[in-house]
């Protein structure tokens, strides 16, 4: 078996996004691979974490994918505050590869802020990093690439309202409320969470919500926190106050990331849909480039407005519509403002309210055996698994219980414990 059918076979994804199968990104060439280990979203220690623990793997299995691709230089890229993970990663790094220091600000963890950060190319609107020679994994993508075996389990850092904020490591498939209690329970009433950080994750009520392949982190948070308040407002009422409040400052453009790297996207011009000379439109064509990082509405807007909901719900109708913009960056803009533009994370955590929160989320080490998975047929990009069991199955950990469907794009999915099949509709269950 060739080592991109081994990872196809694993069933190895993006483990920190949107999960896009690995076997196929591997199979592109590029002179350049990167190691995202930015880990930029507040409170969130996962990727630091597993350096840590796992240095050898973890760049064997950059190692492995820097061979894949055929790259000549495999690069690191972390935090350059986080001293003692360097130290620990310096000494063993292969020949062909280096470690980037990265500044402590978000967005550093943008694959196009990283890519930048790491080879002073930017990236075209609209396009991936092979597109200036370049692939990028996460941290935890590249230890199960060095594993070789299904990927069953999950890490993850608990943080915020926990007594003891931690990185666990679970079988996909566990709740989010067995997670929360390896951080000690949560010590707020009607806990909710921010799944993924909180500024590109999502709301959700529902603890007993599956952790996928992708899930990087869960933020939790007591119902009346202002972030709480920030993801649960209506789309009528982000309408209605961003219409009667938008003075056009453009501070929402200033702060954005792609613009900053010479893209079209101005998220002040997006908010015009709302109230002003373009109101009613499916306006700013721009708003195709938006990243989704949530700076215009978390940091930038002295208003409290959400020009990230009014862009993404802009570019979610563009796209719907097949509307599509073929053009270049501005190639000074970056060299001009990106580095006086750049959002400390110190600064962004008491931004958010998150200061009261202890900021650390250490890996624990103990072995968590749930009662019951439940394995969504899609977590990953492309198209939904297949099934490939049924009610009844008795199955063991590391089993093939899902397959893409032929020619479709997708990732195997495996059994997380031992025991028997009780569902099989969008997601499997299996009770141990």
Same mark, same amino acid.
């Given at each position: 078996?060739?080592v991109?059918?081994?990872?196809q076979?694993c %069933?190895? +994804? $993006? *483990? /920190?996004? =949107?999960?896009f199968p690995?076997?196929? #990104?591997?199979?592109?060439?590029a !002179?350049?691979i990167?190691?995202n280990a930015?880990e930029?979203?507040p409170?969130l220690?996962k990727?630091k974490?597993?350096l840590?623990?796992?240095?050898?793997?973890?760049?064997a299995?950059l190692?492995?994918?820097? %061979?894949l +691709? $055929? *790259? /000549?230089? =495999?690069?690191v890229?972390?935090?350059? #505050?986080y001293h003692?993970?360097? !130290?620990?990663?310096?000494?063993k790094?292969?020949a062909k590869?280096?470690?980037?220091?990265?500044?402590?600000?978000?967005?550093a963890?943008?694959e196009?802020?990283?890519?930048y950060?790491v080879?002073?190319r930017?990236?075209?609107? $609209?396009?991936?990093?092979?597109?200036?020679g370049?692939?990028?994994i996460?941290?935890?993508?590249a230890l199960n690439?060095?594993r070789?075996?299904?990927?069953?389990?999950?890490?993850?850092?608990?943080a915020?309202?926990?007594?003891?904020?931690?990185t666990?490591?679970v079988?996909?498939?566990?709740?989010?409320?067995e997670?929360?209690?390896?951080?000690?329970g949560?010590?707020v009433?009607?806990?909710?969470?921010?799944?993924g950080g909180?500024m590109?994750g999502?709301?959700s009520?529902n603890l007993?919500?599956?952790?996928t392949?992708?899930?990087?982190?869960?933020?939790v948070?007591?119902?009346?926190?202002?972030?709480v308040?920030r993801y649960?407002?209506?789309w009528k009422?982000?309408?209605?106050i961003?219409?009667?409040?938008c003075?056009?400052c453009?501070?929402?453009?200033?702060?954005?990331p792609?613009?900053?790297?010479?893209?079209?996207?101005e998220?002040?011009?997006?908010?015009?849909?709302l109230?002003?000379?373009m109101?009613?439109?499916p306006n700013?064509?721009?708003?195709?480039?938006c990243?989704?990082?949530?700076?215009?509405?978390?940091?930038a807007?002295?208003?409290?407005?959400d020009?990230?909901?009014?862009?993404?719900t802009n570019?979610?109708?563009?796209m719907?519509?097949?509307?599509?913009?073929?053009?270049e960056?501005?190639?000074n803009?970056a060299a001009l403002?990106?580095?006086?533009?750049?959002?400390?994370?110190g600064?962004?955590?008491?931004?958010l309210?998150?200061?009261?929160?202890?900021?650390?989320?250490p890996?624990?080490?103990?072995?968590?055996k749930?009662?019951?998975?439940?394995?969504?047929?899609?977590?990953?990009?492309?198209?939904?698994?297949k099934?490939?069991?049924?009610v009844?199955?008795?199955v063991?950990?590391?089993?093939?219980?899902a397959?893409?469907a032929?020619?479709a794009l997708g990732?195997?999915?495996?059994?997380?414990i031992?025991g028997?099949?009780t569902?099989v509709?969008?997601?499997?269950?299996?009770?141990?």
């Amino acid at each position: 078996m060739s080592v991109l059918d081994q990872i196809q076979s694993c %069933g190895v +994804v $993006g *483990a /920190g996004g =949107a999960g896009f199968p690995t076997h196929v #990104k591997l199979k592109a060439q590029a !002179d350049t691979i990167i190691l995202n280990a930015a880990e930029c979203e507040p409170l969130l220690h996962k990727d630091k974490e597993l350096l840590r623990a796992y240095p050898e793997q973890i760049l064997a299995g950059l190692e492995t994918a820097r %061979g894949l +691709v $055929g *790259a /000549g230089s =495999a690069v690191v890229g972390i935090k350059g #505050k986080y001293h003692d993970v360097i !130290d620990v990663l310096a000494p063993k790094l292969p020949a062909k590869m280096r470690i980037q220091a990265l500044s402590d600000s978000y967005p550093a963890g943008d694959e196009f802020i990283l890519v930048y950060d790491v080879t002073r190319r930017i990236i075209p609107p $609209g396009k991936i990093p092979l597109a200036v020679g370049c692939v990028v994994i996460n941290v935890e993508t590249a230890l199960n690439i060095a594993r070789g075996k299904p990927v069953i389990e999950k890490f993850l850092t608990v943080a915020g309202a926990v007594k003891s904020p931690a990185t666990v490591r679970v079988p996909v498939g566990t709740s989010f409320a067995e997670a929360i209690e390896l951080a000690g329970g949560a010590n707020v009433p009607s806990p909710v969470v921010l799944v993924g950080g909180t500024m590109m994750g999502r709301y959700s009520d529902n603890l007993s919500e599956p952790i996928t392949k992708t899930t990087g982190g869960l933020i939790v948070l007591g119902r009346d926190h202002p972030l709480v308040h920030r993801y649960t407002l209506p789309w009528k009422a982000i309408k209605t106050i961003g219409a009667a409040a938008c003075d056009q400052c453009n501070f929402c453009t200033y702060f954005c990331p792609r613009w900053l790297l010479g893209h079209p996207i101005e998220p002040h011009r997006a908010m015009r849909s709302l109230g002003f000379n373009m109101v009613g439109q499916p306006n700013v064509i721009g708003t195709l480039f938006c990243c989704e990082c949530n700076l215009c509405t978390m940091m930038a807007c002295p208003e409290d407005l959400d020009p990230k909901n009014v862009c993404t719900t802009n570019k979610r109708q563009l796209m719907s519509e097949g509307t599509k913009w073929a053009v270049e960056a501005d190639p000074n803009r970056a060299a001009l403002h990106l580095e006086n533009r750049r959002v400390p994370i110190g600064r962004l955590i008491r931004k958010l309210g998150l200061s009261k929160f202890v900021n650390q989320g250490p890996l624990l080490s103990a072995d968590h055996k749930p009662a019951k998975v439940v394995l969504p047929l899609k977590q990953h990009a492309g198209a939904p698994a297949k099934a490939t069991v049924s009610v009844g199955d008795r199955v063991n950990a590391g089993d093939v219980i899902a397959r893409p469907a032929d020619g479709a794009l997708g990732a195997v999915i495996h059994a997380s414990i031992n025991g028997r099949v009780t569902s099989v509709n969008e997601s499997i269950v299996i009770e141990a």
